[in-house]
């Protein structure tokens, strides 16, 4: 799979790179990240990529002529463009703007990109990218979160990670199985050696080997925690039946 990252800013990717397992799934070439320098495509002498804003207000906006040929330089952008209109909607590499107004990423939508072949991240700054890329380009709006960011390079990465490492043989899919979100549940608490730390012991119930009584016990904690930190994830889905019956537990005391 590969990532195509349109930034100002490409190096602030490589401390991300050495130190994540995106860097590792390259080496073994089942992921590669290609950053492109937006500034590499601004033709002025000073290679200036931003503008006033029009109508007023402050702040600058990224200049549609650098990121349109940033963008035609990614041949799945240009091979779109040239099959039709190059409005965005056609088949090829998804272009997906970062932006704090777009829809909320979620693990299922990484799910979804981690299917893609390749996928192109564009990184705004200042007060973001001029509308006409938007319609020209951007088959996806993406937000990470309801903040505001200084730029799209941090929200570029939370998107490679959760996708990278669900690139099927990234990592193993016993490990995926049953992470948050995955069944609509929050995880379940973790613990590693030794029992007794700092006067708090593992539950017992881990200690024993009972694996039947060890997925009840998981399966519980996982729904308490959901509700008590996040209950829109329980009331927005079909409840299994095991999921209904703790929950009433837990609500009666
Ligand atoms: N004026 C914009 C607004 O109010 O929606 C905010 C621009 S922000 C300071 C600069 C850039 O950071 C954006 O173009 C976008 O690429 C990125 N960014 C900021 N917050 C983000 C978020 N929550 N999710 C994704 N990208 C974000």
């Known amino acids: 799979m590969i990532f195509y990252i349109l930034t100002l800013f490409p190096e602030v990717f490589e401390g991300y790179r050495r130190a994540s397992i995106l860097g590792r799934a390259e080496e073994q070439g089942q992921v590669s990240m290609r950053l492109v320098n937006i500034r590499d495509f601004a033709r002025d002498r000073h290679r200036t990529c ?30 779109r463009a040239g099959r039709g209109s190059g409005e965005g909607q056609e088949p090829g590499a998804r272009v997906v703007y970062l932006t704090p107004s777009g829809r909320p990423w979620s693990q299922a939508l990484a799910e979804q990109a981690a299917r893609e072949s390749e996928i192109v991240l564009l990184c705004g700054r200042y007060e973001g990218i001029d509308q006409r890329i938007v319609d020209a380009f951007v088959t996806d709006e993406i937000s990470v979160g309801d903040y505001v960011l200084a730029g799209g390079e941090v929200a570029a990465m939370v998107l490679v990670d959760t996708v990278v490492r669900l690139v099927e043989g990234v990592i193993k899919a016993q490990s995926l199985a049953e992470e948050s979100f995955r069944q609509g549940l929050l995880e379940y608490p973790q613990y590693t050696r030794p029992a007794q730390f700092e006067g708090r012991r593992v539950p017992e119930v881990l200690l024993g080997g009972d694996h039947a009584r060890i997925e009840r016990w998981r399966l519980e904690q996982s729904v308490a925690k959901t509700l008590r930190n996040r209950p829109e994830l329980l009331r927005s889905r079909e409840l299994p039946s095991e999921v209904a019956a703790i929950m009433k537990e837990l609500e009666h005391g």
């Not at 006033?52 to 240009?78: D, F, N, W």
């Open 50 to 79: 931003d503008d006033y804003t029009y109508g007023g207000g402050a702040g600058m906006v990224l200049k549609p002529a650098p990121l349109a040929e940033a963008l035609r330089s990614i041949p799945a952008v240009r091979e």
